[in-house]
């Protein structure tokens, strides 16, 4: 799951007035603007032709990224028309709804490797991500999880880098780079081991003692040929309720090696863990999968939630999700519900477990632990 980051806007005040020059050059320079801000012009409006499709937005949403990172900085930070294009209402809206990071966080990991290329003594980006750890840099945020009475049922556990400075990063910004290079076992070890102490504390804690916990586990870390001892190891020494601690996996990974998969799964589940497959609907998943694997709870991805409400196919899809997994024994619990229309509409179709913005964006532990003791008064 993402946490939210507010769109930023540039001051119109702070323009960098041009130094005087040439006239012939002047003229050279403004018809090459007016010839970018066209092209740029006509990128915006095929997108926005592409964000009016129905069910696209996850391609609108990348298009966007790829087209902010070819508009050079000059025009960007130092001309009118190019922070219009930038500044609009529909990039702004498309941003919180996607949550995505304004231009100059747009891809932290390459301003970081670009650092260290310019400075050659710097740090590498491997290099960063082994500091962040050391340094205690990752923090968890918790999205909070409920059921269909808005009683809080628990959390997912989301992974943030709070870099010295580019601030908060999310997950897809490093996690890729973590996976290539083998560091997502260390930090993926770091998540269950604060998570586990994080149930342990909760335990004595009589509003939050029943919470569970949902964790993101990577291809590479769930395939590692210790992870099941090392789990077991630390729920061994945490002496935690093993049931309160849920593992996410995808589809892609489930299904990869299916009979080691269900193996490992089947080994986890003896110690009393259970599973949510994540992204439900994207994937490739049949009815025969969904019998063969031993998962507690499916999670429908939140590209399905956005239109459920306007589009009976997309409805129908949903519903027959719930369904299906209500008549296997599975739960299901609906990612990316933003809107009561959504919530209602779910609650029709007897879906076990909701998450979204309309409940709450992913937070500190502070600030969900303050809403949990706000829920119970």
Known sequence: MKTFYAAQTIDNNNIIHEKVMPKKLKKTVARTKQNQHALHKDKVEALQALQNSMGKLHVFSTQL?????????????????GRKLITNKLTKSLFRQHDLNWYGKADITLAIARGANHEHNGPSLESELHFALTRRQFKL?????????????????????????????????????????GLILPIGTWVLKTVCDQLKLWQSDPLKKDLSI??????????????????????KKNGINPALLKLELTESLMLHDISNTIEKMETLKTLGIGFSMDNFGT??????????????????????MRDIVIDN??????????????????????????????FTCLKDFKCSAYQGYLFGKPMPLNEFEELVSQATR
Not at 160 to 171: Q, T
Request: aromatic residues 6%; contains cysteine; hydrophobic residues 40%.
């Open 141 to 181: 945020f918790y999205q909070i999880q409920l059921d269909g009475n808005r009683q809080i049922l628990g959390a997912e556990a989301l992974l943030r880098w709070k870099h010295p400075k580019y601030g908060l990063v999310a997950p897809d910004q490093f996690i890729p780079i973590a996976e290539q290079t």
């Open 214 to 235: 949902a964790v993101n586990i990577s291809s590479r870390q769930f395939s590692h040929p210790e992870f099941v001892e090392q789990l077991r190891h630390i729920l």
């Open 313 to 342: 196919c997309d409805a129908m899809i949903v519903k027959s999700i719930i369904d299906m997994s209500h008549r296997l024994g599975i739960n299901v619990i609906a990612g990316g519900v933003e809107t009561e229309q959504q």
């Open 283 to 304: 994937g490739y998943s049949s009815l025969s999968h969904l019998k063969s694997l031993p998962i507690n709870q499916l999670k429908i991805d939140q590209f399905l």
């Open 65 to 81: 990224t790829c087209l902010i990172d070819s508009i050079s900085d000059t025009v960007l930070l130092k001309d009118r028309e």
